[in-house]
T-cell receptor, first 117, second 113 residues
């Protein structure tokens, strides 16, 4: 697609339920990232994928959070037993991986707005 | 460890006046610096980046930023602000070998008519 696509755009869930958030990166982008933005907070890194593997998952806040990527494309972020503090915008992003990686632009989706009630 | 500081939570400027949004960074190694903008209820949009070369970088919507290695700064500027520039601006840094972008806390820009 033309940009990073995320679904659902909005999700309201009850405390204790599991949720899945989906990300479709820009076609051809091998790197994929998940970030979280809580109300009034900055951007918190969660996990980075290169292809289907996740060399950096250091930002996942607890074992209730997991993510996977299949076919080097679509990624799913799963939050189990949701808590109210999980309410946030979950942003997915992707980038290419040429020889010089650090200068690559990372492109963000519109986010999935999660509210836990 | 990499870090980015945006010392101003909010910047207020009148339309037509020049604007500056400040960013300083701390890294080990050569920095790659980025500015993103976030409009209400939207994702982040890429504005510009510094990789190497000319210290003055031009980006989208008339924005530019100047890389200053001695002051470890990468301030965002625009010669003449528009009301439509009102948004949340994020500075970010990355170094070779580290894949994630590290973001500042964001600066809210408010341009008054």
């Amino acid at each position: 697609g033309a940009g990073v696509s995320q679904s659902p755009s909005n999700k309201v869930t009850e405390k204790g339920k599991d949720v899945e958030l989906r990300c479709d990166p820009i076609s051809g982008h091998t790197a994929l990232y998940w970030y979280r933005q809580s109300l009034g907070q900055g951007l918190e890194f969660l996990i980075y994928f290169q292809g289907n593997s996740a060399p950096d998952k250091s930002g996942l806040p607890s074992d209730r959070f997991s993510a996977e990527r299949t076919g080097g494309s679509v990624s799913t972020l799963t939050i189990q037993r949701t808590q109210q503090e999980d309410s946030a915008v979950y942003l997915c992003a992707s980038s290419q991986r040429p020889r010089e990686q650090a200068g690559n632009t990372i492109y963000f989706g519109e986010g999935s707005w999660l509210t836990v009630v | 460890a990499q870090s980015v500081a945006q010392p101003e939570d909010q910047v207020n400027v009148a339309e037509g006046n020049p604007l500056t949004v400040k960013c300083t960074y701390s890294v080990s190694g050569n920095p790659y610096l980025f500015w993103y903008v976030q409009y209400p209820n939207r994702g982040l949009q890429f504005l510009l980046k510094y990789i190497t070369g000319d210290n003055l970088v031009k980006g989208s919507y008339g924005f530019e930023a100047e890389f200053n290695k001695s002051q470890t700064s990468f301030h965002l500027k625009k010669p003449s602000a528009l009301v439509s520039d009102s948004a949340l601006y994020f500075c970010a840094v990355r170094v070779t070998g580290f894949q994630k972008l590290v973001f500042g806390t964001g600066t809210r820009l408010l341009v008054s008519p």
